[in-house]
């Protein structure tokens, strides 16, 4: 039973951070805001796909194409996010640049590295660099506007935790899975099981950073 849970965790756990998220502003009869919206899209998507994927894979189909489009969707996601985060143009350049380049090499790796039906682990991995840069250096604006007391309250803080653990703990499971699911097929499992749980956490994270009350102070 357990085993099965922790199996379909990348689907329940988006789902009822999603849900929660939906009912929470519809009690506080406030507006969702962007940088809310951005983590309820990404829920969405990470419900979406990784419903497909199950699916796909219960009817002992290649799913591996799903895994395709959730790296480049949460690269659009996270890039757009850090785009308005950052005020300084300097820093919205380089979120663009960073985009374009992982496109660049999102598209290379498609079509002649990894393709549809194969685990992209090396464009997964490189988005995951970006996306783990970006959230370092908002920590570190974060850090430069306000006092560290009041961290624990901060929505932004609570969204670059949140992306630092999952990506962070994620990394090298991206990098890995395509080699060792041909090396080790039926005990890879394992791997995508603890993918699973940080997913989980890294999204109840995200659900601490829209119940705080805090921004910082543009």
């Not at 929660?20 to 998507?45: A, P």
């Not at 979120?95 to 997964?124: D, E, H, P």
Request: a positive charge; one cysteine or more; hydrophobic letters at 55%.
């Amino acid at each position: 039973m357990l085993n099965r849970i922790i199996v379909y965790l990348d689907i329940i756990v988006p789902l009822i951070c999603f849900l929660f998220t939906i009912i929470f502003f519809k009690n506080r009869r406030v507006k969702i805001n962007f940088y809310s919206l951005t983590l309820l899209l990404f829920y969405i998507l990470q419900f979406t796909l990784n419903s497909i994927a199950n699916i796909l894979q219960n009817l002992e189909t290649n799913n591996l194409w799903t895994y395709h489009l959730n790296s480049l969707f949460t690269q659009i996601i996270f890039s757009v996010y850090f785009f308005f985060f950052f005020k300084d143009k300097l820093n919205k350049i380089f979120v663009v640049l960073s985009f374009c380049i992982y496109l660049g090499f999102f598209t290379y790796s498609f079509y002649f590295l990894q393709k549809a039906f194969t685990f992209n682990s090396f464009s997964y991995a490189f988005g995951v660099l970006w996306i783990i840069f970006f959230s370092l250096r908002s920590l570190q604006n974060i850090f430069k506007n306000i006092e560290v007391e009041d961290l624990l309250n901060l929505k932004e803080f609570w969204i670059a935790t949140g992306i630092l653990f999952y990506f962070g703990s994620s990394f090298f499971i991206f990098l890995s899975y395509s080699y060792l699911s041909k090396q080790a097929y039926y005990s890879v499992g394992i791997l995508w099981k603890i993918h699973n749980i940080f997913l989980s956490i890294g999204c109840f994270l995200f659900l601490k950073s829209i119940i705080s009350k805090k921004w910082i102070q543009k």
